[in-house]
């Protein structure tokens, strides 16, 4: 089964600074994997998909990369900024088009 | 789009009684799925549809659990009985023609069983 592990589970950082996400897989087989933001009490709201044959993807201040082979993809967030708070989750999804395996978050917290 | 409506918001209930989720889902999106959100599991897959067919519900903890899709436009899930570690948040997604495509979540439906 496919296993993902998110580190840190939590980093508090003050405004203005770059940062960077981490997501790792245990199975590098995979067909695509998605980063997602989850605000208290709300649902998750999808931020970037890269597919496996892709190595990134960017979308405004944010940068998602992804090595396979390595079983690794990193969420880079430039000049963070208070209403980047939130909690970051990343899923992958099996090249069998299994379910979406979810990591269990990084809870960020920008300091204004 | 109103995006992936879930109902209710927030429900509370003691040990057995009959819990019913609703989901509508993005128009189009072929495939619908139900997950439950714990602290102590994270998020689990429970079971997904597509086009209205259940596809793989291994992820259904137990038979009070059940799920149905009876058109493209809305889906259930149920418990019954409900008991206490039931209390969860239950997310219904969607995505579009393929089960690896973007996922679309919900808001969410906060269950506490008494």
């Known amino acids: 089964k496919q296993e993902v592990t998110q580190i840190p589970a939590a980093l508090s950082v003050p405004e203005g600074e770059n940062l960077v996400l981490n997501c790792s897989f245990t199975?590098?087989?995979?067909?695509?994997l998605q980063w997602f933001r989850q605000d208290p009490g709300k649902g998750l709201t999808s931020l970037l998909l890269?597919?496996?044959?892709?190595r990134e993807q960017t979308s405004g201040r944010l940068n998602a990369s992804l090595d396979k082979s390595s079983g690794r993809s990193t969420l880079y967030i430039a000049a963070s900024q208070p209403g980047d708070s939130a909690t970051y989750l990343c899923?992958?999804?099996?090249?069998?088009?299994?379910?979406?395996?979810f990591g269990t978050g990084t809870s960020l917290t920008v300091i204004p | 789009d109103a995006g992936v409506i879930q109902s209710p918001r927030h429900e509370v209930t003691e040990m057995g009684q009959e819990v019913t989720l609703r989901c509508k889902p993005i128009?189009?999106?072929?495939?619908l799925f139900w997950y439950r959100q714990t602290m102590m599991r994270g998020l689990e897959l429970l079971i997904y549809?597509?086009?209205?067919?259940?596809?793989?519900d291994s992820g259904m903890p137990e038979d009070r659990f059940s799920a149905k899709m009876p058109n493209a436009s809305f889906s259930t899930l149920k418990i019954q009985p409900s008991e206490p570690r039931d209390s969860a948040v239950y997310f219904c997604?969607?995505?579009?023609?393929?089960?690896?495509?973007?996922?679309?979540f919900g808001e969410g439906s906060r269950l506490t069983v008494l």
């Open positions: 997604a969607s995505s579009l023609q393929t089960i690896t495509g973007e996922l679309f």
């Open positions: 199975d590098s087989a995979i067909y695509n």
């Open positions: 890269i597919q496996s044959s892709q």
């Open positions: 899923a992958v999804n099996g090249n069998t088009g299994n379910q979406f395996y």
């Open positions: 128009s189009g999106h072929d495939y």
């Open positions: 549809f597509n086009n209205n067919v259940p596809i793989d």
